[in-house]
């Protein structure tokens, strides 16, 4: 199971975060890691937190299957969360 969620060695720089989405949303931008220490874990926030954004980064980068018409990496409205997705190291 995922059991860390980090940044792939050199972290993005300040100005690399403020480049605009899916960096700039408040989840990813103070993002140093996560540790998921049970097997299930919720993502709890505001409207715009980056929630879903991060969640649809990590199954990109976790290679899960996409549920519907399109595969994760041909989905055009997931190119920010590829490009965050291969950012991310995740520890199973």
Known sequence: RLRTVAWKPGR????????GFPFDVPTVRTLESIELAAPV???????????????????????????GSRDLADDETLAPQRQLASALRLGW
């Open 12 to 19: 993005p720089s300040d100005d690399e975060l403020a480049r």
């Open 41 to 67: 874990t919720f993502f709890v926030g505001e409207n715009g937190s980056g929630k879903s954004t991060l969640l649809e980064a990590l199954a990109i980068a976790a290679g899960l299957p996409a549920v």
